[in-house]
């Protein structure tokens, strides 16, 4: 049985085709047994179980098509391949649509219980999301029986459910985080306007190095944005045009003080303060006797014991000691990094030492931080979430009452809705989990441990992320998938167009930021660098990640999913209920087409919005969400809410990392999929199980190993690395290793364990590469003390080295490693 709850004739049908697969699998092996002496009789059964359990899934999900769905399925492929180069309709299909929805279009405010509740899917999708339920926040808080605990989690974390109010029109709210993502474009901005300006400083004959140019950049925004050199002062001003961006934001929402507060505590010219936390540690008795000295002095001076103390506390709060006054609740927020100076009145000049000057990652790290806040206090009138809170507590309240028999379990389901509510908020800050000394030895040695992982790990990253293609058929269908390919393969001029327009609303910047990539990798750390090491090991992980060449090949699949999504929404080609999932009701719909009308322009038979001269910039608003949105729910990129809690810890961050992307599939493909339940889904999941075989066997083969083309393996290596089952093949994975591979779905069909995990022992499985790491660094050591340089210290030495699987240059080294002969 392969769909719970299948009775009667579905059973049947999936057993008959099950059957029929496994009998003409075992006519073929008869004839191959005859013909191939060394072929043996466990072969072929194990062939025919394989087979039978692959028609068995196939014909599960063939069950919950209807004829009518199938048949669509059949013809769009067909179609496609036959008229691959035709134009689309869409045109056509736009002209058809009445010019708009009611204005009076039902709000998310408006929204019921059963409007905020997830499509079930059938028997198959509930089941899904109910197992999921325990693994993440989000899904978790979209079983809660709070309507304001469901809708704030909609408001606060990006998803890809579809809710039964969708179909009535009424529009899932844009998340906070979507909107957080779309500043991206402002970090992207500041990376290269100083790229392009350090190489014309350069061509100059300018001498210094990339990052001493971009802290010459820094000083001079400090100072009035001047600057002896003409190439650095023209960076400074450029510079100076996204920090008022971001400044006008945060004034605008009361988070930072009017320009003339900002000047009177002692910066000429406003440049976000991250301070050298090690610096400051290592050197703690100066800089406390500097504060102290300036606070002593002039017409405002203090005490001198009240400045001591005030310095005390100045410099704990920097270094985020705990204090005793700082008494946490479920109604504060801790500070995150530039956040932390606001109130420091002593001029940036006498700090400077203490202060980081790198224009890049101190306007990147204060892009982050100011974003969530902004958006925060935008979305829900603050950024603690104060009022949604307590509107959750009254609601639990009235609950309680009306259900005395189910207080308890009431009062444990509100407990957990105010614990996953302030996660996500948290997370979305990035101070979620962070060490009450985020300095400490053990937190930053965790960090650097990260990393380490990072660059010696992941450099067959990019062939892992080959399945990346098919979502794009499960989510927008053949036929648009290959239009949308052909126009990236031709750079047509549509192409152009919609790629240089998809830049500007956040898509298609992994290139310069490898936002996606740091995401998989866990690398996201709200804490400060302090040593010049741990600043040493971000340089490389960047270089790391441009050698991966996985921006590229995320730009690429993000790009084109989003000319689709692009033109479906301003085409009119999309059905009201995928609109109203992206935040997009009928009244939005009607005003975004009214918008394209007046500034559009098709090319090729691409809608092209040019939203930037659109009369109405809220309409853009709404429009470059809904795109990038959809486009982080196709190419699978990790959320707030797609990740267990315990994840965030500075433990849960090493035993977790390299499986954020497990379960964050699992939530945006697997349980969206099934609650759309279209044939393209189904025939993507397909398609993306073959390409994990694929991606299995290219491995393989630049391991120089012999690929295992038995259908079995193949089916069971597709389905591990489209990630399509999210972490129950991590779990499975786990138990084989665990076992030797005597439990698990390589012991049912006789293979063996799963190539992913073939290279990690059981600690490396069971606790994640940190300790894995360390196991072979012990290794090493021990070999190295006892004069053992054998094979397979010379291999685990070689896995210590960064890049050193890189994909393009791995099977190079893999000729001479003597552990991979």
């Given at each position: 049985?392969?769909?719970?709850?299948?009775?009667?004739?579905?059973?049947?049908?999936?057993?008959?085709?099950?059957?029929?697969?496994?009998?003409s699998?075992?006519?073929?092996?008869?004839?191959?047994?005859?013909?191939?002496i060394?072929?043996?009789?466990?072969?072929?059964?194990?062939?025919?179980?394989?087979?039978?359990?692959?028609?068995?899934v196939?014909?599960?999900?063939g069950?919950?098509?209807?004829?009518?769905?199938?048949?669509?399925?059949?013809?769009?492929?067909?179609?496609a391949l036959?008229?691959?180069?035709?134009?689309?309709?869409?045109?056509?299909?736009?002209?058809?649509?009445?010019?708009?929805?009611?204005?009076?279009?039902?709000r998310?405010?408006?929204?019921?219980?059963?409007?905020?509740?997830?499509?079930?899917?059938?028997?198959?999708?509930?089941?899904?999301?109910?197992?999921?339920?325990?693994?993440?926040?989000?899904?978790?808080?979209?079983?809660?029986?709070?309507?304001?605990?469901?809708?704030?989690?909609?408001?606060?974390?990006?998803?890809?459910?579809?809710?039964?109010?969708?179909?009535?029109?009424?529009?899932?709210?844009?998340?906070?985080?979507?909107?957080?993502r779309?500043w991206?474009?402002?970090?992207?901005?500041v990376?290269?306007?100083?790229?392009?300006?350090?190489?014309?400083?350069?061509?100059?004959?300018?001498?210094?190095?990339?990052?001493?140019?971009?802290?010459?950049?820094?000083?001079?925004?400090?100072?009035?944005?001047?600057?002896?050199n003409?190439?650095?002062?023209?960076?400074?001003?450029?510079?100076?045009?996204?920090?008022?961006?971001?400044?006008i934001?945060?004034?605008?929402?009361?988070?930072?003080?009017?320009?003339?507060?900002?000047?009177?505590?002692g910066q000429?010219s406003?440049?976000?303060?991250?301070?050298?936390?090690?610096?400051?540690?290592?050197?703690?008795?100066?800089?406390?006797?500097?504060?102290?000295?300036?606070?002593?002095?002039?017409?405002?001076?203090?005490?001198?014991?009240?400045?001591?103390i005030?310095?005390?506390?100045?410099?704990?709060?920097?270094?985020?000691?705990?204090?005793?006054?700082?008494?946490?609740?479920?109604?504060?927020?801790?500070?995150?990094?530039?956040?932390?100076?606001?109130?420091?009145?002593?001029?940036?000049?006498?700090?400077?030492?203490?202060?980081?000057?790198?224009?890049?990652?101190?306007?990147?790290?204060?892009i982050?931080?100011?974003?969530?806040?902004?958006?925060?206090?935008?979305?829900?009138?603050?950024?603690?979430?104060?009022?949604?809170?307590?509107?959750?507590?009254?609601?639990?309240?009235?609950?309680?009452?009306?259900?005395?028999?189910?207080?308890a379990?009431?009062?444990?389901?509100?407990d957990?809705?105010?614990?996953?509510?302030?996660?996500?908020?948290?997370?979305?800050?990035?101070?979620?989990?962070?060490?009450?000394?985020?300095?400490?030895?053990?937190?930053?040695?965790?960090?650097?441990?990260?990393?380490?992982?990072?660059?010696?790990?992941?450099g067959?990253?990019?062939?892992?992320?080959?399945?990346?293609?098919?979502?794009?058929?499960?989510?927008?269908?053949?036929?648009?998938?290959?239009?949308?390919?052909?126009?990236?393969?031709?750079?047509?001029?549509a192409?152009?167009?919609?790629?240089?327009?998809?830049?500007?609303m956040?898509v298609?910047?992994?290139?310069?930021?490898?936002?996606?990539?740091?995401?998989?990798g866990?690398?996201?750390?709200?804490?400060?660098?302090?040593?010049?090491?741990?600043?040493?090991?971000?340089?490389?992980?960047?270089?790391?990640?441009?050698?991966?060449?996985?921006?590229?090949?995320?730009?690429?699949?993000?790009?084109?999913?989003?000319?689709?999504?692009?033109?479906?929404?301003?085409?009119?080609?999309?059905?009201?209920?995928?609109?109203?999932?992206?935040?997009?009701?009928?009244?939005?719909?009607?005003?975004?087409?009214?918008?394209?009308?007046?500034?559009?322009?098709?090319?090729?038979?691409?809608h092209?919005?040019?939203?930037?001269?659109?009369?109405?910039?809220?309409?853009?608003?709404?429009?470059?969400?809904?795109?990038?949105?959809?486009?982080?729910?196709?190419?699978?990129?990790?959320?707030?809410?797609?990740?267990?809690?315990?994840?965030?810890?500075?433990?849960?961050?090493?035993v977790?990392?390299?499986?954020?992307?497990?379960?964050?599939?699992?939530?945006?493909?697997?349980?969206?999929?099934?609650?759309?339940?279209?044939a393209?889904?189904?025939?993507?999941?397909a398609?993306?199980?073959?390409?994990?075989?694929?991606?299995?066997?290219?491995?393989?083969?630049?391991?120089?190993?012999?690929?295992?083309?038995?259908?079995?393996?193949?089916?069971?290596?597709?389905?591990?690395?489209?990630?399509?089952?999210?972490?129950?093949?991590?779990?499975?994975?786990?138990?084989?290793?665990?076992?030797?591979?005597?439990?698990?779905?390589?012991?049912?069909?006789?293979?063996?364990?799963?190539?992913?995990?073939?290279?990690?022992?059981?600690?490396?499985s069971?606790l994640?590469?940190t300790?894995?790491?360390?196991?072979?660094?012990?290794?090493?050591?021990?070999?190295?003390?006892?004069?053992?340089?054998?094979?397979?210290?010379?291999?685990?030495?070689?896995?210590?080295?960064p890049?050193?699987?890189?994909?393009?240059?791995?099977?190079?080294?893999?000729?001479?490693?003597?552990?991979?002969?």
């Open positions: 049985m392969f769909i719970p709850g299948a009775q009667g004739g579905v059973a049947s049908r999936i057993a008959s085709q099950a059957a029929i697969g496994a009998s699998t075992a006519l073929s092996e008869v004839v191959l047994n005859n013909q191939q060394t072929r043996s009789y466990g072969d072929g059964l194990s062939h025919i179980a394989a087979t039978g359990l692959l028609s068995g196939f014909a599960s999900a069950a919950m098509l209807t004829p009518a769905t199938k048949n669509a399925a059949t013809r769009e492929v067909a179609d036959d008229n691959i180069s035709v134009r689309s309709a869409t045109d056509v299909a736009a002209a058809s649509l009445t010019d708009g929805g009611s204005v009076g279009a039902a998310i405010s408006e929204a019921t219980l059963e409007d905020l509740t997830p499509v079930a899917g059938g028997a198959v999708g509930k089941l899904a999301r109910r197992a999921g339920s325990y693994l993440t926040p989000i899904t978790r808080l979209m079983e809660s029986p709070s309507k304001t605990a469901r809708r704030t989690a909609l408001e606060l974390a990006e998803n890809n459910f579809t809710l039964e109010g969708n179909a009535r029109g009424i529009e899932t709210p844009v998340a906070a985080e979507t909107r957080v779309g991206r474009r402002e970090e992207a901005a990376v290269v306007a100083n790229k392009q300006a350090y190489t014309k400083y350069k061509a100059d004959g300018g001498y210094l190095s990339p990052a001493q140019f971009r802290e010459e950049v820094g000083n001079a925004m400090r100072s009035g944005d001047v600057h002896a003409p190439v650095v002062q023209e960076a400074a001003q450029a510079m100076r045009t996204v920090v008022n961006r971001v400044k934001e945060q004034q605008r929402m009361g988070l930072l003080p009017p320009d003339e507060e900002l000047k009177a505590i000429e406003y440049f976000p303060r991250v301070y050298k936390v090690g610096k400051i540690v290592g050197e703690r008795d100066k800089f406390r006797d500097m504060l102290v000295d300036w606070w002593s002095r002039g017409e405002k001076s203090m005490p001198r014991e009240e400045a001591e005030t310095a005390d506390v100045t410099i704990n709060k920097i270094v985020g000691a705990k204090i005793p006054q700082d008494f946490a609740n479920v109604f504060m927020v801790k500070s995150a990094g530039s956040t932390k100076g606001r109130t420091l009145n002593v001029p940036d000049r006498l700090m400077k030492d203490y202060l980081e000057s790198d224009a890049n990652y101190v306007l990147q790290r204060h982050r931080e100011a974003s969530a806040e902004v958006e925060l206090t935008r979305t829900f009138g603050s950024k603690t979430l104060e009022k949604q809170l307590k509107d959750i507590q009254d609601e639990y309240d009235s609950l309680m009452r009306s259900n005395p028999k189910d207080q379990k009431l009062a444990k389901a509100r957990n809705d105010i614990r996953d509510i302030t996660a996500l908020r948290d997370r979305l800050v990035g101070t979620f989990g962070m060490s009450d000394d985020p300095s400490s030895f053990f937190v930053r040695a965790g960090a650097f441990l990260r990393r380490a992982n990072y660059v010696t790990k992941l067959g990253m990019t062939v892992s992320a080959i399945p990346d293609v098919a979502r794009g058929v499960m989510v927008n269908g053949f036929q648009k998938i290959t239009r949308g390919y052909g126009a990236m393969i031709t750079q047509s001029p192409w152009v167009a919609s790629k240089a327009e998809q830049k500007k956040a298609g910047l992994e290139t310069i930021l490898h936002t996606r990539a740091r995401t998989m866990d690398l996201v750390d709200s804490s400060a660098r302090t040593t010049a090491v741990e600043a040493g090991m971000e340089r490389v992980t960047d270089v790391f990640g441009k050698l991966t060449m996985m921006g590229r090949f995320d730009d690429m699949n993000k790009t084109v999913n989003g000319m689709i999504t692009s033109d479906g929404i301003l085409s009119g080609a999309f059905a009201g209920r995928r609109l109203a999932k992206l935040g997009i009701n009928d009244n939005m719909a009607a005003r975004i087409r009214g918008e394209f009308q007046k500034h559009g322009e098709v090319i090729d038979g691409w092209i919005g040019n939203f930037e001269k659109w009369d109405d910039q809220y309409v853009a608003g709404v429009f470059q969400s809904a795109v990038l949105k959809d486009v982080n729910n196709t190419i699978i990129t990790p959320g707030i809410g797609d990740t267990p809690l315990w994840a965030s810890t500075p433990l849960g961050k090493t977790f990392q390299f499986k954020s992307f497990t379960t964050a599939s699992y939530n945006r493909a697997t349980l969206g999929g099934l609650q759309e339940g279209s393209q889904f189904y025939y993507g999941t398609f993306q199980i073959g390409l994990g075989a694929l991606t299995y066997a290219l491995k393989e083969s630049a391991k120089g190993r012999e690929v295992d083309w038995s259908p079995q393996k193949m089916v069971i290596e597709g389905i591990d690395r489209s990630g399509i089952l999210g972490p129950l093949m991590e779990y499975n994975n786990m138990a084989e290793k665990a076992t030797g591979g005597m439990v698990g779905l390589g012991a049912l069909l006789g293979t063996s364990t799963q190539s992913r995990y073939a290279s990690r022992g059981f600690i490396g069971a994640g590469p300790f894995g790491l360390l196991d072979t660094v012990t290794d090493v050591t021990a070999g190295v003390l006892n004069g053992d340089a054998g094979d397979r210290i010379i291999h685990n030495v070689r896995t210590l080295l890049g050193n699987n890189l994909f393009w240059i791995a099977p190079i080294i893999n000729q001479v490693d003597p552990g991979m002969r």
